[in-house]
């Protein structure tokens, strides 16, 4: 079991930034691949970004490129999500996520195994 805990959230005015982190704990030894998810109400969960364990190797959703960037500290067993140039449409629960998958890094929410319990991100017009 990987144990999630997801921090950072908050409101910020559009145009503003703010770094999310996510810290692991329990059998760490297991992750291959972080995430970062979110949701918006009445919407489904969305890919935002992730990386792999092992090497540097990182993906991003299309809506955030060139504004979100995503980092790992494996000594910390932390993930961080660096996000620029916020726009209301990001408002959102953002949910860090841990992946068992190997070679790949996943970008769909049935390929990750461990959730965190979610920080709500909102932007304000």
């Known amino acids: 079991q990987v144990h999630l805990v997801e921090s950072g959230g908050g409101l910020v005015q559009a145009g503003g930034s703010l770094r999310l982190s996510c810290a692991a704990s329990g059998r760490t030894f297991s992750i291959l691949a972080m995430g970062w998810f979110r949701q918006a109400p009445g919407k489904e969960r969305e890919f935002v970004a992730a990386?792999?364990?092992?090497?540097?190797?990182?993906t991003y959703a299309d809506s955030v490129k060139g504004r979100i960037a995503i980092s790992r500290d494996s000594a910390k067993n932390t993930v961080y999500l660096q996000m620029n140039s916020l726009k209301p449409e990001d408002t959102a629960v953002y949910y860090c996520?841990?992946?068992?998958?190997?070679?790949?890094?996943?970008?769909?929410?049935?390929?990750?195994?461990?959730w965190g319990q979610g920080t709500q991100v909102t932007v304000s017009s």
């Open positions: 990386i792999g364990w092992k090497a540097d190797s990182t």
């Open positions: 996520a841990v992946s068992k998958v190997p070679f790949i890094v996943p970008r769909t929410t049935r390929e990750y195994n461990y």
